[in-house]
């Protein structure tokens, strides 16, 4: 499972460095992980590993790591007694608003900070 993820990252994720160098715990988004190029590796993922990200797990935690990505994979597979599922548009929709939502907020900090609000 540890070498698809790692291939997943290494085509997909967009990293500073060689997917093959990173540590199973070293944190995904120090070395470069987006949140665009996450939505790109959660969607790599489902295909690979022919699972759905429910919308509780579209969270930066889910993919802080590769151990983090396994153990989520592991527990999905876990789930459904296989490793199954289709990719989800709804799942995929829950990554944009949350992406939306973030940026959106960050706007609003910002326009009260300098006073606009």
């Given at each position: 499972m540890e070498s698809k993820?790692?291939?997943?990252?290494?085509?997909h994720a967009k990293l500073a460095?060689?997917?093959g160098?990173?540590?199973?715990?070293?944190?995904?988004?120090?070395v470069g992980l987006t949140s665009f190029a996450c939505v790109q590796l959660m969607m790599r993922l489902e295909e690979?590993?022919?699972?759905?990200f429910p919308d509780e797990l579209l969270k930066k935690a889910t993919f802080e790591s590769i151990a983090a990505i396994e153990q989520n994979i592991e527990r999905l597979s876990e789930d459904t007694g296989?490793?199954?599922?289709i990719t989800s548009l709804p799942?995929?929709?829950?990554m944009g608003t949350i992406m939306f939502a973030g940026a959106?907020?960050?706007?609003?900090m910002a326009a009260a900070d300098i006073g606009i609000l």
């Amino acid at each position: 499972m540890e070498s698809k993820i790692r291939r997943a990252l290494a085509s997909h994720a967009k990293l500073a460095v060689d997917a093959g160098e990173i540590s199973n715990t070293q944190n995904l988004f120090d070395v470069g992980l987006t949140s665009f190029a996450c939505v790109q590796l959660m969607m790599r993922l489902e295909e690979v590993f022919d699972v759905e990200f429910p919308d509780e797990l579209l969270k930066k935690a889910t993919f802080e790591s590769i151990a983090a990505i396994e153990q989520n994979i592991e527990r999905l597979s876990e789930d459904t007694g296989t490793v199954s599922g289709i990719t989800s548009l709804p799942g995929l929709l829950g990554m944009g608003t949350i992406m939306f939502a973030g940026a959106f907020h960050r706007s609003l900090m910002a326009a009260a900070d300098i006073g606009i609000l």
